[in-house]
């Protein structure tokens, strides 16, 4: 555990927002189990949580509906 090197690397995904259908990134929590963002036109708020196998995740784009 390095909270230094996690705080630096700033994580992210790609998401579809269905809402107003376009893409864009969010970013992972403070406490590092989802990502949080909100989409850029409408702000809805989306979560992704984190996968339970640490970082990886399979997807990289995910859909926020
Ligand atoms: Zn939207």
């Known amino acids: 555990m390095a909270?230094?090197?996690a705080l630096k690397k700033r994580d992210?995904?790609?998401i579809?927002?269905?809402c107003c259908n376009?893409?864009?990134r969010i970013y992972k929590n403070a406490a590092g189990?989802?990502?949080v963002g909100w989409c850029p036109r409408?702000?809805?708020k989306v979560e992704v949580k984190v996968g339970k196998g640490g970082e990886g995740t399979?997807?990289?784009i995910f859909q926020a509906y």
């Open 3 to 5: 909270p230094e090197k």
């Open 12 to 14: 992210y995904i790609g």
């Open 16 to 18: 579809h927002f269905k």
């Open 22 to 24: 376009l893409y864009g």
């Open 33 to 35: 189990n989802a990502y």
């Open 42 to 44: 409408c702000a809805r």
């Open 58 to 60: 399979d997807q990289r």
